[in-house]
């Protein structure tokens, strides 16, 4: 079987086959970047969600929020500047619960994620008085850019991932 020349030139040619080669690796290529970068920064900014959450509580432990006046506001700002480059847009992204436990184990908190939405209305502010077992927990709400590398986080109807942070700790004895 014959083909004819201007097929069988077709067959020969290999001048796009760079552009061709690149054209079938690129998209895979420009997914697992962009799924590493977004990897990282689920990784960064959880890192620095807890961090913030335990400088801050560190506050509640040691009664210098109980015994300022301060509350729930002088927390959240506490947490807020401690976010460093994802502290942006704290108010609509932080959530934050502390509470009294009456003991350390066998506790359980509400969860705050209900049918994927976020109900703030399960969330207290109680510090606590010297010697109080206490519980603090932070809730970062963040957009996700590559939707396909999240399935191990917990995300929200509006495809938004919730990161989470807690400490629990007994008041010191502060006067």
């Given at each position: 079987?014959r083909?004819?020349?201007?097929?069988?030139?077709?067959?020969?040619?290999t001048?796009?086959?760079?552009?061709?080669?690149f054209?079938?690796?690129?998209?895979?290529f420009?997914?697992m970047l962009?799924?590493?970068?977004e990897?990282?920064?689920?990784y960064?900014?959880?890192?620095?969600?807890?961090?913030?959450?335990m400088?801050?509580?560190r506050?509640?432990?040691?009664?210098?929020?109980?015994?300022?006046?301060?509350?729930?506001?002088?927390?959240?700002?506490?947490?807020?500047?401690?976010?460093g480059?994802?502290?942006?847009?704290c108010?609509?992204?932080?959530?934050?619960?502390?509470?009294?436990?009456?003991q350390?184990?066998?506790?359980?908190?509400?969860?705050?994620?209900?049918?994927?939405?976020?109900?703030?209305?399960?969330?207290?502010?109680e510090?606590?008085?010297?010697?109080?077992?206490?519980?603090?927990?932070?809730?970062?709400?963040?957009?996700?850019?590559?939707?396909?590398?999240t399935?191990?986080?917990?995300?929200l109807?509006?495809?938004?991932?919730?990161?989470?942070?807690?400490?629990?700790?007994?008041?010191e004895?502060?006067?």
């Amino acid at each position: 079987m014959r083909f004819p020349p201007l097929l069988g030139q077709f067959g020969r040619a290999t001048r796009g086959a760079t552009a061709v080669e690149f054209a079938l690796v690129a998209m895979p290529f420009l997914f697992m970047l962009f799924a590493i970068f977004e990897i990282g920064r689920m990784y960064t900014l959880n890192s620095v969600l807890e961090d913030a959450t335990m400088v801050s509580g560190r506050m509640v432990r040691t009664g210098e929020l109980q015994t300022s006046g301060r509350g729930a506001d002088a927390f959240r700002e506490s947490v807020c500047e401690r976010m460093g480059i994802f502290g942006g847009d704290c108010e609509n992204s932080l959530s934050v619960d502390v509470r009294v436990m009456p003991q350390f184990a066998n506790q359980t908190a509400p969860d705050p994620v209900v049918d994927d939405q976020f109900e703030e209305g399960v969330l207290t502010f109680e510090p606590g008085s010297p010697q109080d077992i206490v519980l603090v927990r932070t809730w970062w709400r963040t957009p996700i850019f590559v939707p396909m590398v999240t399935q191990g986080l917990r995300r929200l109807a509006d495809d938004r991932a919730v990161l989470a942070a807690s400490v629990t700790f007994r008041n010191e004895p502060y006067a």
